[in-house]
């Protein structure tokens, strides 16, 4: 009720995706004309430095507190397939434990969630593809620091990663809870250097056209410029 007194109260509201815009609309009963999406800015100044990547044994990232929410059970399946066809990858999982017994960790490299930006930095240098198999989702700012570092990013089709991840350009998007395409997915992109590159690149360029608070306030600014004129 409080939510819906304040969304009432307002002159314009903001999100970030289009999810929740649509909640905003739906389950508030606020005037779609009242409610518009800007997206995020990466929390970057500058933006970071993107490395040149080997062609040594493949590493997929994951930074997700959150492990069940953040799908931290079906990577671990889809990786097991992975390693099955690519002895070599490895997978760093930045999350807070124990993991549940019963899921396999060859290649796996658990790590406590850190605040320390440089071993973050560190996590993202070193790595060659993020994943995030969410179950759930409403923007995803781990998603647009893994662009700014040139990782090509792989998703789920649901909540609000598709407005983030382009499918076939700056990542992958594979059906929710399913960790057989999400290993075919893993396994297309650590076989191909060239392709993690090109969608690494695509996607720090959207990054820096899309993604950044300048950009953010810009669009804000144009609906709250008609939004005062029109109470005027």
């Not at 779609?32 to 493949?58: A, Q």
């Not at 990858?89 to 440089?118: F, K, N, Q």
């Amino acid at each position: 009720e409080r939510e819906q007194h304040a969304y009432r109260g307002a002159l314009h509201i903001f999100t970030r995706s289009r999810l929740v815009r649509e909640s905003i609309i739906r389950d508030y009963g606020t005037p779609p004309e009242k409610v518009t999406v800007i997206g995020g800015g990466v929390n970057f100044t500058p933006l970071p430095e993107v490395r040149s990547h080997s062609d040594g044994e493949p590493v997929a990232l994951f930074l997700g507190k959150e492990f069940q929410r953040k799908g931290g059970d079906i990577l671990l399946e889809a990786f097991a397939q992975v390693r099955k066809e690519i002895p070599a990858a490895r997978l760093c999982m930045v999350t807070h434990g124990p993991i549940p017994t019963g899921l396999p960790l060859d290649g796996v490299e658990v790590i406590a969630p850190t605040w320390d930006r440089a071993k973050v930095a560190r996590l993202y240098h070193d790595a060659d593809l993020f994943v995030l198999p969410s179950r759930l989702e409403t923007w995803g700012d781990v998603l647009l620091e893994a662009m700014a570092y040139g990782l090509p990013c792989i998703g789920v089709r649901s909540d609000a990663m598709e407005e983030i991840i382009s499918d076939g350009e700056t990542g992958l998007l594979v059906p929710p809870q399913d960790s057989e395409a999400l290993a075919e997915a893993l396994i297309r992109l650590l076989r191909d250097p060239y392709a993690r590159a090109r969608m690494g690149q695509a996607g720090r360029q959207r990054i820096e056209t899309s993604f950044t608070w300048d950009s953010v306030v810009e669009r804000m600014s144009e609906v709250l410029n008609s939004s005062l004129m029109e109470e005027v």
